[in-house]
């Protein structure tokens, strides 16, 4: 039968007659006792050896224990190893500061055996589980990465098959019917790439290529893909003049799910007849977009709360995800942009319009080595698209 291999403990402290009651207290346990007599000896070895728990004296020379402590958490090992800090002194004092820098648990010297050890072993024991528990979670997350990947196959073959069915269709109610078997269909694939970007975005993966993208093409483009689910709230998509200037350098892929997860937002949050206003203009350095809707309002809080993974926010059950925001949040934020959210009263709508929720992204106006002609400011003159 193969014995588990020893965990290892690393003692720090400039007191030889405590690294040897240490070494002594553990000497039957299955743990394999490193020690040092400083912390500036210790940090030369420390990134090699992959402790498995440290015992460290606040007070020492030249480098304190709170020093080492905060200096070992900036190592890319050492997030989930724990810190036991021994005290020859009462640490009321210094107790909060031990914790503030990543401190786990403390002990009082001289050490008792019995404590000693079942610290120890309780910390190793917690370790265990989260670094086990963190394992499941990377798993399940692959798996569902895997699944949301494949599930786009039979979206695509669906797609497929309605454009089909529309072929042979004259019936103006059964071609609405397919009309909404392919906006779901759009969904569920934007859902599963948003939600892959957001894993990747997560891992640091997510690659920006910019490239030149007119922004009035691709939002016209994605109101006529939307017309079923405006029709369906008998909602008005205003835009700024076709001539308005509207070119900008984005990762043109990302930025215009960006687009389509903020104009469907507006959708799913408007009201019956409601109106979804889009502007855009460039201010200094910047480019600014807002999409605004008239609907409900946002809650206390909820303006921040909207962009976090699996958050609606107040506004009512009205479906989704909360991913789409998300995805949006991590794209502009990787594009060196911000985005923010917030309510637009009826005084602020003008005559004859309610107030809802604006959304603002304010972007760079980062050009290639050939840049872009001076950008004007677009007309405010509108159509009306719906």
Not at 10 to 17: S, T
Not at 263 to 290: D, K, P, T
Not at 346 to 351: L, Q, R, S, T, V
Request: charged share 25%; with cysteine; aromatic share 6%.
């Amino acid at each position: 039968m193969e014995s588990k291999p020893q965990q290892l403990v690393v003692v720090i402290d400039d007191d030889l007659a405590v690294r040897k009651h240490v070494e002594l207290l553990l000497k039957n346990e299955p743990y394999q006792t490193i020690t040092f007599s400083s912390a500036n000896e210790a940090k030369r070895e420390m990134n090699s050896l992959l402790p498995d728990a440290v015992l460290l004296d606040i007070m020492m020379p030249e480098v304190s224990g709170i020093e080492f402590c905060s200096w070992f958490r900036e190592q890319t090992n050492s997030k989930k190893v724990p810190v036991l800090f021994l005290s020859a002194l009462d640490p009321s004092d210094q107790i909060v500061e031990a914790f503030s820098v990543g401190g786990t648990d403390y002990m009082l010297k001289p050490l008792k055996g019995v404590e000693l050890r079942a610290r120890l072993k309780l910390m190793l024991d917690n370790r265990r589980q989260s670094l086990a528990l963190e394992r499941q979670l990377e798993i399940r997350k692959h798996l569902a990465n895997i699944a949301l990947h494949d599930i786009r196959d039979p979206i695509w073959a669906i797609r497929e098959y309605t454009d089909r069915i529309r072929s042979k269709l004259e019936d103006s109610k059964e071609l609405e019917w397919v009309g909404g078997i392919e906006v779901s269909c759009d969904q569920i694939s934007n859902l599963c790439d948003s939600v892959l970007s957001l894993a990747m975005a997560e891992e640091g993966r997510l690659t920006i290529v910019r490239s030149r993208m007119n922004l009035s093409n691709s939002l016209n483009r994605l109101v006529k893909s939307k017309a079923f689910a405006l029709s369906e709230k008998s909602c008005t998509v205003v835009l700024p003049d076709s001539n308005a200037s509207s070119e900008v350098y984005v990762d043109e892929s990302l930025f215009e799910r960006v687009l389509e997860n903020l104009l469907q937002n507006a959708i799913r949050y408007s009201e019956e007849r409601g109106v979804i206003e889009c502007q855009w203009h460039f201010e200094g350095n910047r480019f600014v977009l807002m999409i605004r809707n008239e609907g409900p309002q946002l809650a206390e809080g909820d303006h921040e709360r909207i962009f976090e993974p699996f958050q609606k926010g107040g506004l009512g059950e009205s479906g989704g995800y909360g991913v789409g925001l998300a995805f949006c949040r991590f794209c502009v934020e990787a594009h060196g942009g911000t985005i923010e959210a917030g309510n637009w009263s009826e005084k602020e709508a003008g005559e004859g319009a309610r107030g809802g929720v604006a959304i603002s992204v304010a972007i760079p106006f980062e050009v290639p080595e050939s840049p872009f002609e001076e950008a004007t400011h677009p007309s405010q003159d509108a159509k009306r698209l719906g």
